[in-house]
Structures are given as C-alpha cells and as structure tokens.
Nanobody, 112 residues
Framework: QVELVESGGGVVQAGGSLRLSCTASGKILSIMGWYRQAPGKQRELVARIFRAANTVYADSVKDRFTISRDNAANTVYLQMNSLKPEDTAVYYC????????WGQGTQVTVSS
C-alpha cells in the first residue's frame, strides 16, 4: 500500500509563487506527479516525472512550473511561479506503482 502526503498549498496573489511537496510511504515509485481540479472542471494533468527524471508538463504551465523529485526521500515537488488566477484548483499528488495512487489534495488559490 502507498500513502501520499501533500503539503504546501495556500493563498497567493497573481504573479506569486508556491511550492508543493508530496512524500510517499512504502514503495519507490516509478511515476510521480501532480494533477489539479478546478470547480466544475475535470481533473487534469499538471506535470509528471519518471524515476529517470524525464518530465511531462501541461502546456498551460510550461515555463512557469517545475517538477522535481528526490528518489531517496520518495518525494516529489512542484515549484509554481508566475501564478495566475486560472491556476486556482485543488492539486492532487499522483503516483504509479502497479496501480494509481492519489493524495488527499491541497488547495491552491490565486487571487487577482
């Protein structure tokens, strides 16, 4: 069983920055990442990172967000810069190890 614990959400003004963290218990996970879900919208990929550190980003966050991971600590980070009001959502940590695993979600609110 894998448990994902997130931290780092909050309220920030447009143009500001936040850093999300997610630590996984148990296995060393092959894929980790972040998804987000805004009110009334479907959950969407933000970014994901593989164990070899290759990354995938949604077009909407490229050049603003950076995903990284510390394999020794089984932790994934999401550095979010130049935040926009449209980035407001609940952000979910994601991991894959034979199955999909999800964190409980952390709220990110960007005020204009």
């Amino acid at each position: 069983q894998v448990e994902l614990v997130e931290s780092g959400g909050g309220v920030v003004q447009a143009g500001g920055s936040l850093r999300l963290s997610c630590t996984a218990s148990g296995k060393i996970l092959s894929i980790m990442g972040w998804y987000r879900q805004a009110p009334g919208k479907q959950r969407e990929l933000v970014a994901r990172i593989f164990r070899a550190a290759n990354t995938v980003y949604a077009d909407s966050v490229k050049d603003r967000f950076t995903i990284s991971r510390d394999n020794a600590a089984n932790t994934v980070y999401l550095q979010m810069n130049s935040l926009k009001p449209e980035d407001t959502a609940v952000y979910y940590c994601y991991a894959f190890y034979g199955n999909d695993y999800w964190g409980q979600g952390t709220q990110v609110t960007v005020s204009s």
